[in-house]
């Protein structure tokens, strides 16, 4: 049975920093492109940053330069630091797992609000 469980969502003033997490069982995680999505309320999910098999890594313009996608194979975990938050990166944050765009597993989601 295949789990991704995210962790780490929160409230956070503007300017400040968390640090998602997402775990995944049940996958041979190192085969999977990972990516953290997010869905503001009343819009779209929206793709934030990907990190394939091979570590390369893509972001949305919208979070360049303050955010980054890292992984950790040994603990089937990948994580998304962000920094500087706005208001506008309010969100739930959802991850995903992919595999030649065939296996495709979601999380629950978490929720970070960017609000003084």
């Known amino acids: 049975q295949v789990q991704v469980v995210e962790s780490g969502g929160g409230l956070v003033q503007p300017g400040g920093s968390l640090r998602l997490s997402c775990a995944a069982s049940?996958?041979?995680?190192?085969?999977?492109?990972m990516g953290w999505y997010r869905q503001p309320p009343g819009k779209q999910r929206e793709l934030v940053a990907r990190?394939?098999?091979?570590?390369?890594?893509n972001y949305a313009n919208s979070v360049k330069g303050r955010f980054t996608i890292s992984r950790d194979n040994a603990k089937n975990t990948v994580y998304l630091q962000m920094n500087t938050l706005k208001p506008e990166d309010t969100a739930v944050y959802y991850c995903n797992a992919n595999k030649w765009d065939v296996y495709s597993y979601w999380g629950q989601g978490t929720q970070v609000t960017v609000s003084s």
């Open positions: 990190i394939t098999s091979g570590g390369s890594t």
């Open positions: 049940g996958i041979t995680f190192g085969l999977y492109t």
